[in-house]
């Protein structure tokens, strides 16, 4: 019988290695406008985002936005809007991404309480969806397409 591995091989998918951190979530590094960062990745999260503390480190355009933010114990947070972003995880890439940005200090809070380390964003259903992720919690990593 062929493994997942050999299979989605088959199938053009990208294999990407992901951190387990002490707080049970998977990280992944991605190079954001050329820069690399350290992201949560977050099935629950309809948009990827940035915090408002790495907009300068990410190079990005942020545009106001109406839309608020919630989630992590924070609701009625502002936003902002960055688009035409290039992504790269692994050997997989993306152009003309769209990232939301809002403060991620009480995501990183929580993060150092747990002695684990703080991120620059979260990588969410949209890049997920985009890439047709499938992740293998087993073996620790995710594939996309």
């Known amino acids: 019988m062929s493994t997942l591995r050999k299979f989605l091989n088959q199938k053009e998918y990208h294999r990407i290695k992901l951190v387990f951190t002490k707080t049970n979530h998977f990280e992944v590094k991605a190079i954001l406008n050329g820069i690399e960062g350290n992201f949560i990745v977050d099935t629950g999260a309809s948009n990827s985002c940035v915090g408002f503390e790495a907009v300068d480190k990410f190079s990005l355009f942020a545009q106001d936005s109406d839309v608020k933010a919630a989630g992590a114990g924070a609701t009625d947070m502002l936003t ?65 397409k």
């Open 80 to 144: 902002q809007l960055s688009q035409k972003n290039t992504i790269q995880i692994g050997n997989w890439s993306r152009k003309r991404i769209s990232l939301v940005l809002f403060d991620l200090n009480h995501v990183n809070t929580a993060l150092i309480a747990h002695h684990a380390e703080p991120v620059d964003g979260i990588i969410g259903a949209d890049i997920l969806k985009k890439g047709k992720a499938i992740i293998d919690y087993e073996k620790k990593c995710m594939y996309l």
